[in-house]
Nanobody
Framework: QVQLVESGGGLVQAGGSLRLSCAAS????????MGWYRQAPGKQRELVAT???????NYADSVKGRFTISRDNTKNTVYLQMNSLKPEDAAVYYC???????????????WGQGTQVTVSP
């Protein structure tokens, strides 16, 4: 099994910054894509950013230019640097990975437990 542990959420004023981290542990063979999603109250979970194993990022239009996703494959960790935060960025942020348990196994998605980000006006 693979476990994901997120950290870095909290309360910040609009215009401020936060950095989220998500570390994968357990029986890890190969992590392909890693990403961050968020869900605000009453809304569906939405993609924030993803990053390939090779480091190519993809961002939602709403966060382009403000958020930066990165990863450290040696630590099985993905990060999300969030700058110029807006009240509409407030949500529970979830880490997601695409993991393959062996060279012949299909990949499987894993989700973190979520970390709350609150942005005050």
């Amino acid at each position: 099994q693979v476990q994901l542990v997120e950290s870095g959420g909290g309360l910040v004023q609009a215009g401020g910054s936060l950095r989220l981290s998500c570390a994968a542990s357990g029986r890890i063979f190969m992590i392909n894509a890693m990403g961050w999603y968020r869900q605000a109250p009453g809304k569906q979970r939405e993609l924030v950013a993803t990053i390939t194993r090779g480091g190519s990022p993809n961002y939602a239009d709403s966060v382009k230019g403000r958020f930066t996703i990165s990863r450290d494959n040696t630590k099985n960790t993905v990060y999300l640097q969030m700058n110029s935060l807006k009240p509409e960025d407030a949500a529970v942020y979830y880490c997601n990975i695409d993991h393959r348990a062996s060279a012949f196994a299909n990949s499987r998605q894993y989700w973190g437990q979520g970390t709350q980000v609150t942005v005050s006006p």
